[in-house]
């Protein structure tokens, strides 16, 4: 019997060995390969992960794009608005409209002397637009009033306190 359960476990890995009945990976020993792969080879490793070889390094090939989630160019001008790179206005313009500040305001202004009705159209959209957030923001906001008030509906802690604040503390003697 063993003295730990670590060495218990090593015992029974050991005798697992020897019956055979092991099924995890075993190596060995280890031999380096002289595989030498050229630019532009590709290959898929014992654990199903796709490589590639370049100039002077290898790289994993994975389901994700090699330039991220987002694509984070503007519109006009092709400037980067990513996170890191632009300036803070220009991540708010680009989250809104998909432009970075600078181009935006050109895009409008050039809405507004083509045509006055393409520029209020385009602003009463942005407005509708808006409208529509709000009135996702108030619902959620009265959905979760509703599930506060499930859980303690007689909750008059507020009611009470404006009650007591208003009461006053002096009490009045009748002298007479």
Same mark, same amino acid.
């Given at each position: 019997?063993? %003295?730990?359960?670590?060495?218990e476990?090593n015992l029974?890995?050991?005798q697992? *060995?020897?019956?055979?009945?092991?099924?995890?990976?075993?190596?060995?020993?280890?031999? @380096?390969t002289?595989?030498? %792969?050229?630019?532009? &080879?590709?290959?898929?490793?014992?654990d199903?992960?796709e490589?590639?070889?370049?100039?002077?390094? %290898?790289?994993?090939?994975s389901? =994700? @794009?090699?330039?991220?989630?987002?694509?984070?160019q503007?519109k006009?001008?092709?400037?980067?608005?990513? @996170?890191? !790179?632009?300036?803070?206005? &220009?991540?708010d313009?680009?989250?809104? &409209?998909?432009?970075? *500040?600078?181009?935006?305001?050109?895009?409008? !202004? &050039?809405l507004?002397f083509?045509?006055?009705?393409?520029?209020?159209? *385009?602003? %009463?959209?942005?407005?509708?637009q808006?409208m529509?957030?709000?009135?996702?923001? !108030?619902e959620?906001?009265?959905?979760? =009033?509703?599930?506060?008030?499930?859980?303690n @509906?007689?909750?008059?802690?507020?009611?009470?306190? =404006?009650?007591?604040?208003e009461?006053? =503390?002096?009490?009045k003697?009748?002298?007479?």
């Amino acid at each position: 019997m063993a %003295r730990s359960e670590k060495l218990e476990k090593n015992l029974s890995k050991v005798q697992s *060995y020897i019956d055979g009945t092991y099924e995890g990976k075993t190596q060995v020993g280890y031999s @380096p390969t002289d595989e030498v %792969r050229k630019v532009g &080879d590709k290959w898929t490793d014992s654990d199903g992960y796709e490589w590639e070889q370049k100039e002077g390094f %290898r790289v994993k090939n994975s389901v =994700m @794009p090699a330039v991220g989630m987002f694509n984070h160019q503007c519109k006009s001008c092709n400037k980067n608005c990513s @996170p890191k !790179m632009a300036k803070p206005w &220009d991540r708010d313009c680009f989250k809104a &409209d998909g432009r970075c *500040y600078h181009c935006q305001i050109n895009y409008e !202004m &050039d809405l507004k002397f083509e045509s006055k009705l393409k520029w209020f159209a *385009y602003r %009463r959209l942005k407005d509708l637009q808006n409208m529509e957030s709000i009135e996702k923001d !108030m619902e959620q906001w009265v959905d979760e =009033m509703t599930e506060q008030r499930k859980q303690n @509906p007689f909750d008059e802690t507020v009611a009470n306190a =404006m009650a007591n604040g208003e009461v006053e =503390m002096s009490i009045k003697n009748n002298t007479q």
